[in-house]
């Protein structure tokens, strides 16, 4: 797995301020990665754990081996960035610039508001609407990033991967495709058992009042 020193590139741009980077600047080489192998399917790697404590040893090698593809993608992706970006310089921002490029590998629907089919989650016809990464697998991905950041040296304090700013693009993405897609991502509520019924206390013994003289 490439170090966090290796994906900075050796570069000394520690040393110079760098502007944050926007989408016009950025211009990436799709012929030498192929960021759709960073996203594990929505039957395989667990979602936004930073840990790798799975049920059973394949399972954890299955989640091992998505995130070292996913940080290698990753670094690909600073290194084909315009100017080339190290990891000590690279910010939430820049997160969410890789994750909007992802999009355009996406294979989920999302349909806008102006699609007869919005909020519905088996349309019954083909639309127009764009394709888009799902919101499950974007949070998996950073879940996977954010674990590989600090596992190759990153601080935790420095995470651009845990930034506020990715936290709620996540949130955004979430609330977004739940309403155009006509379903929720909301967890479900373990139900509690029932508490036992109590029984109503014995009825007290009726009270007898002697009088003098009986």
Known sequence: MDSIQDMDGGSNSHHHEMNMASSNNLI???????PATTLASAAGVAGTSSSSSSSSPASSSRYENQ????WNTFGQYLKNHRPPLSLSRCSGAHVLEFLRYLDQFGKTKVHTPICPFY???NP?????????????????LIGRLRAAFEENGGK???????????????????????????ISY??????????????????????????PGQ
């Open 119 to 121: 909020g519905h989650p």
């Open 28 to 34: 990436i080489n799709t012929s030498s990665m192929n």
């Open 124 to 140: 019954p016809a083909p639309c127009p609407c764009p394709l888009r990464q799902a919101w499950g697998s974007l949070d998996a």
């Open 186 to 211: 909301e967890k479900k509520k373990r139900k509690r058992p029932p508490l036992p019924q109590q029984l109503p206390p014995p009825p007290l013994p009726p009270t007898v009042h002697h009088h």
């Open 67 to 70: 995130k070292r593809r996913d």
């Open 156 to 182: 935790p304090e420095a995470n651009p991967f845990g930034a506020r700013a990715v936290r709620l693009y996540l949130r955004e993405v979430r609330d977004l495709q739940s309403k155009a897609r006509g």
